[in-house]
């Protein structure tokens, strides 16, 4: 999906997969449940803790923001 960042940002939002990679700067994620923001510089775990709902999402059902 298409995500709308505030200013002149916004991201196109896929499934995290196997190659799906950090890089330097760290990768928005968005959650699949309250669509908030949480940004990563690994992607070495398994699930993850939402920073804005708090529920635990597995890995596969996040969604990695791509530029
Ligand atoms: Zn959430």
Known sequence: MRYA???PYSLDFKPVNPR??????GKLLLCPH???LSRVYHFSWSALS???????INKYDWE???K
């Open 50 to 56: 939402c920073q804005t709902c708090g529920k635990s």
């Open 34 to 36: 309250c669509k908030g």
């Open 5 to 7: 960042l505030s200013g």
């Open 20 to 25: 799906s990679r950090a890089g330097k700067n």
């Open 64 to 66: 990695v923001g791509h």
